[in-house]
């Protein structure tokens, strides 16, 4: 495939992805995307001109070799494509379907410029995709430290760190605490966009490779920070317990029958398999028009969930328009395709119930884009006299979270800035010498990618404090050898 | 998974299980819960800590009947498991010097306030517990209340047993006999509840009651367990679950327990009608209720 000049890879058109007609996949919970066939991976694969200054990798938050698994790729050496990839990147099928590609990697993709960029993330997924199915584990047990860590939550940040201090040597706990390991990927993406048996086949590499995870603890409960490094015997603990609490808006009404957070929707549907209910014993309320506020992720998730379960119309209200919805464009598009209504440019005021405390509509105002905010998007005002209803029966909040205080409080001495997220210096290490954090307890909501990101960078700090008894910036000390 | 090491019956429709849960057991506080899955696709639902043994590594839970999970749970005998138990959960008890605290249990309540009438005692407290049930077969833990307590009242509604009549009715008589009750502690169905923080409320006794909203998470992820305190909301999995009764807006948490009636009717009816592990589970039941009961009908 080098053979290929870089005008003939420019007459190559982006692969499509092969996806569920709409029609059907709004009925089902399987996943929309089925993947790129070899031919089509290998296609797209040589669309990419391989720069010598490839502007991708730095587009990746963990910096993957991009040119070089793709080159691999090309090649149709599929195994070696896959090296590549799990060598910077511990969860690539999950991350090439949950990455919001068109903000980084593809982004800076020259190819981007005129035209379409590269299809990285479709091919980040067949590799993985193909190396689960093909590939045993090739895993050389390293030499055992006698070092122990702590990792507070399953997300994709506990989950990475965890992987990355096996790699070292040392023995890791993660404690999580709902009863399935995952974090966001279990409990709130849901199955037709990251089928959870990728989920579990991910959290199982980890255990061959020794990582030990125990359910059903939560730190600050059942033990507190302290206890895990005085009592318990861990030389070091990575939090990563994510963002936590959800934000409701302080509207009228939020307390009926009907109204709930994102993350209690999805929990019930996701986790806990509501949409199964009568195989599975936990409910969800049924109703035949819902209302979602929100624009992100995890707002496209809630109402394409409710969509599948017969909502018609689902209806998403957002505060401003289309273009400034933070969610994955791929998302805002299969909605849109599955019969989503979209309500840009207004924003609820209040939730209207009936007699029996059921909610019954909820009332908006539409407002217009004014000046720039802080965050250098235009700020939405609201129209005067402009109030209408939507009638529904469910109505749900998806307008981001908090920091989770449960652990932060019974930690004494852990800093934490004025939003409640956990402070840490440029190696992830908190104000307590040996506690590190990453993901979204620091960040506040991002991205999986992010939270893995910090999750390896902290497993690399974390092992030159034990080993050297400093974190990088040698500030603390590590008092206790094994 | 969790192994149940003992398992009896205390009422009827009231099943006191010892569950293995080392962890539970360490840090377990009065005024904690648990929330337990019985098996693979079973919901998650809350349930008070009535009691722990540290050395042994064991927490007891008192689990009254009421839909199909709890029915599940309540048909587990000695060896068999739980697959899920998570722990403690919650804010515990505030346990102050009252100098005279009142507990107040109606029904699976008093498996709340039994673990904190022996710390109240231990602040320095006088004790006194009213606890009740329809007739004499459901009061609950009297003995047990006995060991901490400086007096216990048991009430029933039928007059089958003790004081005849509500809790509530026993405790304002308490209240005007003594004056010098410092604060009430209650557990039990919302109903009773409300009407306590009536009672509770003319006198300005300072008064706590332990909310027992629909759960999933119980760590503070999901607002499914939102109550209204004091005009705010709160999360009773981690703010509560005990709050100032006077200020709990119950009318509104009574509603909310409503939403899912009709599911949990479906559910209660597929395990009783339609398959053979409901079928099962009722014959089991049917036995351990004529063990319980000596074969006397419900
Ligand atoms: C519905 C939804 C859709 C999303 N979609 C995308 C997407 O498409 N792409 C993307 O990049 N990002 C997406 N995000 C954001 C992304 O999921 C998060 O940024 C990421 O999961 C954060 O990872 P984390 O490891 O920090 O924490 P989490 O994934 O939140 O995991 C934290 C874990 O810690 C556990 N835990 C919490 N407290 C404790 C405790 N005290 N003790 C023990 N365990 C504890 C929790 O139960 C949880 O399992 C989405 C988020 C949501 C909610
Ligand atoms: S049970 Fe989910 S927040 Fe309390």
Same mark, same amino acid.
């Given at each position: 495939?080098?053979?290929?000049?870089?005008?003939?890879?420019? #007459?190559?058109?982006?692969?499509?992805?092969?996806?569920?007609?709409?029609?059907?996949?709004?009925?089902?919970?399987?996943?929309?995307?089925?993947?790129?066939?070899?031919?089509?991976?290998?296609?797209?694969?040589?669309?990419?001109?391989?720069?010598?200054?490839? #502007?991708?990798?730095?587009?990746?938050?963990?910096?993957?070799?991009?040119?070089?698994?793709?080159? $691999?790729?090309?090649?149709?050496?599929?195994?070696?494509?896959?090296?590549?990839?799990?060598?910077?990147?511990?969860?690539?099928?999950?991350?090439?379907?949950?990455?919001?590609?068109?903000?980084?990697?593809?982004?800076?993709?020259?190819?981007?410029?005129?035209?379409?960029?590269?299809?990285?993330?479709?091919?980040?997924?067949?590799?993985?995709? @193909?190396?689960?199915?093909?590939?045993?584990?090739?895993?050389?047990?390293?030499?055992?430290?006698?070092?122990?860590?702590?990792?507070?939550?399953?997300?994709?940040?506990?989950?990475?760190?965890?992987?990355?201090?096996?790699?070292?040597?040392? $023995?890791?706990?993660?404690?999580?605490?709902?009863?399935?390991?995952?974090?966001?990927?279990?409990?709130?993406?849901?199955?037709?966009?990251?089928?959870?048996?990728?989920?579990?086949?991910?959290?199982?590499?980890?255990?061959?490779?020794?990582?030990?995870?125990?359910?059903?603890?939560?730190?600050?409960?059942?033990?507190?920070?302290?206890?895990?490094?005085?009592?318990?015997?861990?030389?070091?603990?990575?939090?990563?317990?994510?963002?936590? %609490?959800?934000?409701?808006?302080?509207?009228?009404?939020?307390? %009926?029958?009907?109204?709930?957070?994102?993350?209690?929707?999805?929990?019930?549907?996701?986790?806990?398999?509501?949409?199964?209910?009568?195989?599975?014993?936990?409910?969800?309320?049924?109703?035949?028009?819902?209302?979602?506020?929100?624009?992100?992720?995890?707002?496209?998730?809630?109402?394409?969930?409710?969509?599948?379960?017969?909502?018609?119309?689902?209806?998403?209200?957002?505060?401003?328009?289309?273009?400034?919805?933070?969610?994955?464009?791929?998302?805002?598009?299969?909605?849109?395709?599955?019969?989503?209504?979209?309500?840009? %440019?207004?924003?609820?005021?209040?939730?209207?119930?009936?007699?029996?405390? @059921?909610?019954?509509?909820?009332?908006?105002?539409?407002?217009?884009?004014?000046?720039?905010?802080?965050?250098?998007?235009?700020?939405?005002?609201?129209?005067?006299?402009?109030?209408?209803?939507?009638?529904?029966?469910?109505?749900?909040?998806?307008?981001?979270?908090?920091?989770?205080?449960?652990?932060?409080?019974?930690?004494?001495?852990?800093?934490?800035?004025? @939003?409640?997220?956990?402070?840490?210096?440029?190696?992830?290490?908190?104000?307590?010498?040996?506690?590190? $954090?990453?993901?979204?307890?620091?960040?506040?909501?991002?991205?999986?990618?992010?939270?893995?990101?910090?999750?390896?960078?902290?497993? $690399?700090?974390?092992?030159?404090?034990?080993?050297?008894?400093?974190?990088?910036?040698?500030?603390?000390?590590?008092?206790?050898?094994? | 998974?969790?192994?149940?090491?003992?398992?009896?019956?205390?009422?009827?429709?009231? &099943?006191?299980?010892?569950?293995?849960?080392?962890?539970?057991?360490?840090?377990?506080?009065?005024?904690?819960?648990?929330?337990? &899955?019985?098996?693979?696709?079973?919901?998650?639902?809350?349930?008070?800590?009535?009691?722990?043994?540290?050395?042994?590594?064991?927490?007891?839970?008192?689990?009254?009947?009421?839909?199909?999970?709890?029915?599940?749970?309540?048909?587990?005998?000695?060896?068999?498991?739980?697959?899920?138990?998570?722990?403690?959960?919650? /804010?515990?008890?505030?346990?102050?010097?009252?100098?005279?605290?009142?507990?107040?249990?109606?029904?699976?309540?008093?498996?709340?306030?039994? +673990?904190?009438?022996?710390?109240?005692?231990?602040?320095?407290?006088?004790?006194?517990?009213?606890?009740?049930?329809?007739?004499?077969?459901?009061?609950?833990?009297?003995?047990?209340?006995?060991?901490?307590?400086? *007096?216990?009242? +048991?009430?029933?509604?039928?007059?089958?047993?003790?004081?005849?009549?509500?809790?509530?009715? &026993?405790?304002?008589?308490?209240?005007?006999?003594?004056?010098?009750?410092?604060?009430?502690?209650?557990?039990?169905?919302?109903?009773?509840?409300?009407?306590?923080?009536?009672?509770? /409320?003319?006198?300005?006794?300072?008064?706590?009651?332990?909310?027992?909203?629909?759960?999933?998470?119980?760590?503070?992820?999901?607002?499914?367990?939102?109550?209204?305190?004091?005009?705010?909301?709160?999360?009773?999995?981690?703010?509560?679950?005990?709050?100032?009764?006077?200020?709990?807006?119950?009318?509104?948490?009574?509603?909310?327990?409503?939403?899912?009636?009709?599911? *949990?009717?479906?559910?209660?009816?597929?395990?009783?009608?339609?398959?053979?592990?409901?079928?099962?589970?009722?014959?089991?039941? /049917?036995?351990?209720?004529?063990?319980?009961?000596?074969? &006397?009908?419900?």
């Amino acid at each position: 495939m080098a053979a290929l000049k870089p005008s003939e890879r420019m #007459k190559i058109p982006r692969q499509p992805m092969p996806e569920q007609e709409p029609a059907q996949r709004a009925a089902n919970f399987q996943e929309v995307n089925c993947g790129y066939s070899a031919e089509a991976a290998s296609t797209e694969a040589c669309r990419c001109l391989q720069c010598k200054d490839a #502007k991708c990798v730095g587009g990746c938050p963990v910096n993957i070799d991009i040119p070089g698994f793709v080159d $691999a790729l090309a090649d149709g050496d599929l195994s070696r494509a896959a090296d590549i990839l799990f060598a910077d990147n511990v969860l690539p099928g999950i991350t090439g379907r949950v990455c919001p590609q068109e903000t980084q990697c593809e982004a800076v993709c020259v190819r981007a410029k005129k035209g379409t960029p590269v299809g990285i993330g479709y091919m980040e997924r067949f590799v993985a995709d @193909w190396a689960r199915q093909h590939r045993k584990d090739l895993f050389e047990p390293p030499t055992p430290t006698g070092f122990r860590v702590a990792v507070v939550g399953s997300g994709p940040g506990g989950l990475t760190c965890a992987g990355e201090l096996a790699k070292r040597g040392h $023995a890791v706990t993660v404690f999580e605490a709902l009863h399935i390991p995952g974090g966001v990927l279990v409990y709130g993406i849901p199955e037709f966009r990251l089928p959870k048996a990728i989920v579990h086949a991910e959290v199982e590499t980890l255990r061959r490779r020794g990582v030990e995870i125990v359910t059903d603890v939560v730190i600050g409960q059942t033990y507190t920070i302290h206890e895990l490094m005085k009592g318990e015997g861990y030389h070091a603990v990575f939090v990563a317990n994510g963002a936590g %609490l959800p934000v409701f808006q302080g509207i009228p009404g939020e307390n %009926l029958k009907g109204v709930y957070s994102a993350n209690e929707f999805l929990t019930r549907v996701n986790l806990m398999g509501a949409y199964r209910f009568g195989e599975t014993d936990t409910p969800v309320i049924k109703a035949s028009q819902i209302v979602v506020v929100g624009g992100g992720n995890t707002a496209m998730d809630s109402v394409r969930t409710a969509r599948r379960l017969g909502a018609s119309p689902a209806t998403l209200v957002y505060r401003r328009s289309r273009e400034e919805m933070p969610a994955r464009v791929e998302e805002v598009k299969h909605a849109e395709e599955e019969g989503v209504v979209f309500r840009m %440019l207004c924003n609820p005021l209040e939730v209207l119930g009936d007699d029996k405390g @059921w909610v019954s509509g909820v009332r908006c105002i539409r407002m217009e884009l004014g000046d720039p905010d802080a965050s250098g998007r235009r700020r939405p005002v609201p129209i005067p006299g402009s109030e209408f209803e939507i009638p529904c029966q469910v109505f749900i909040e998806a307008i981001g979270t908090k920091a989770n205080p449960l652990l932060t409080q019974t930690t004494p001495g852990l800093q934490t800035n004025k @939003w409640g997220n956990i402070v840490v210096d440029d190696n992830n290490m908190t104000s307590i010498p040996g506690v590190f $954090a990453g993901g979204d307890i620091v960040r506040g909501g991002a991205t999986v990618i992010l939270a893995m990101g910090d999750g390896k960078h902290a497993a $690399a700090a974390i092992h030159q404090y034990l080993t050297t008894g400093c974190s990088g910036n040698g500030r603390a000390k590590l008092n206790a050898v094994p | 998974m969790f192994t149940v090491q003992e398992a009896q019956w205390l009422t009827p429709k009231v &099943r006191r299980l010892l569950v293995r849960a080392p962890r539970v057991a360490r840090s377990h506080r009065p005024g904690h819960f648990v929330i337990v &899955r019985v098996h693979e696709g079973g919901e998650r639902i809350p349930l008070t800590i009535a009691n722990s043994d540290n050395e042994a590594g064991t927490i007891t839970l008192i689990i009254q009947v009421v839909g199909a999970t709890t029915e599940k749970l309540c048909a587990l005998d000695a060896g068999e498991s739980i697959a899920n138990v998570v722990g403690p959960l919650g /804010r515990p008890t505030e346990i102050e010097n009252f100098g005279h605290a009142v507990l107040v249990g109606g029904g699976v309540g008093t498996a709340v306030i039994y +673990p904190q009438a022996g710390a109240l005692r231990a602040a320095g407290n006088r004790v006194t517990a009213i606890i009740g049930g329809r007739s004499r077969e459901y009061v609950i833990l009297e003995a047990e209340l006995g060991a901490h307590c400086d *007096e216990v009242f +048991p009430c029933t509604d039928d007059g089958s047993y003790g004081y005849h009549g509500f809790v509530t009715a &026993r405790l304002k008589e308490l209240i005007e006999e003594r004056r010098d009750v410092g604060a009430v502690l209650t557990a039990g169905p919302v109903p009773m509840m409300r009407a306590l923080a009536g009672v509770t /409320r003319p006198f300005g006794i300072k008064t706590i009651a332990s909310l027992n909203p629909v759960m999933v998470d119980g760590t503070g992820m999901c607002g499914g367990c939102r109550v209204t305190v004091d005009g705010k909301m709160k999360f009773a999995c981690v703010d509560g679950p005990e709050f100032d009764a006077h200020t709990v807006d119950f009318a509104e948490l009574t509603d909310r327990l409503s939403t899912y009636r009709d599911q *949990e009717a479906l559910a209660w009816n597929r395990l009783h009608e339609f398959t053979e592990a409901g079928a099962a589970a009722r014959c089991k039941m /049917r036995e351990l209720e004529e063990a319980a009961t000596g074969g &006397r009908p419900l």
